[in-house]
């Protein structure tokens, strides 16, 4: 039996770009648990990076959703109930600003740009927790993708840091409301990791380097690292978890 045994547990995940997204390295970890998984493609233009993915992971349902497109969201979660009639993990990935915002200093930052940030970086979070808490009628597990800057000042995270500072308080709200019912919430917190949404943030390399340098453990994490994590939380394993920050960075959190 493997350690994380997931078989017989169905799992949406939303966020995977490439092959090398935290979405995927997650998803490799759900399926190899023997989870059956539903996978979301952003638009026509993401579909054929995507889609060879979900092939070679063997994904049950495959779906179109822009949570800034009404109804799509909505949409994939009537597709779950009456292909499957029930969810037991989530995982959502995806976080976004403009660039003129992300770029900028945060007392500079635009209204729309701040507010675009937060509806799909946080917001959609939440809808896809109310959405997912009628089809988690013997609990589940919801868990969305941080990083350090939400704590401490990164350098060019800009934007991004009260974004996720704000992901991580919903996470804690979260916890605390479905925890009667048996939902586990968490947030991930890998340390820098070179993926495409990652490539958006200015001098994204010297961070990565710097990261290496002071961790620890002295090297990058894996998307991989993340995913064997992200496993351990979506199972029955860790039923007594929830409402944390959960930090797969190397020990770079720790160093000041």
Request: negative net charge; charged residues 20%.
């Amino acid at each position: 039996m493997a350690m994380f045994d997931l078989s017989g547990k169905r799992g949406l995940v939303v966020g995977i770009a490439n092959s090398a997204s935290i979405a995927y390295g997650c998803a490799e970890a759900f399926r190899m648990q023997g989870a059956d998984l539903a996978v979301t493609y952003l638009n026509e233009k993401a579909e054929p990076h995507v889609r060879p993915l979900a092939d070679k992971l063997g994904t049950s349902l495959f779906l179109p959703c822009d949570v800034r497109e009404p109804g799509q969201l909505e949409a994939v979660f009537e597709t779950i109930m009456a292909q499957w009639g029930q969810l037991d993990f989530l995982l959502h990935s995806i976080a976004f600003a403009p660039r003129e915002d992300l770029h900028a200093r945060v007392v500079d930052s635009s209204r729309d740009g701040f507010l675009m940030a937060m509806d799909v970086s946080v917001h959609s979070f939440i809808r896809m927790a109310k959405l997912a808490e009628p089809l988690m009628k013997n609990g589940g597990c919801l868990m969305n993708v941080s990083f350090y800057g939400s704590e401490k000042v990164v350098e060019h995270y800009n934007l991004m840091g009260p974004v996720k500072a704000a992901l991580e308080a919903v996470t804690r709200y979260l916890a605390a409301e479905l925890g009667p019912k048996g939902i586990r919430v968490h947030s991930l917190s890998p340390g820098p990791l070179k993926t495409r949404a990652a490539s958006g943030i200015d001098r994204f390399d010297e961070l990565l380097a710097r990261a290496a340098e002071l961790a620890p453990l002295r090297h990058q994490v894996t998307v991989q690292d993340v995913g064997a994590y992200a496993a351990f939380l979506a199972s029955d394993a860790a039923k007594a978890v929830t409402g944390g920050v959960e930090y797969i960075d190397g020990g770079y959190s720790v160093i000041g």
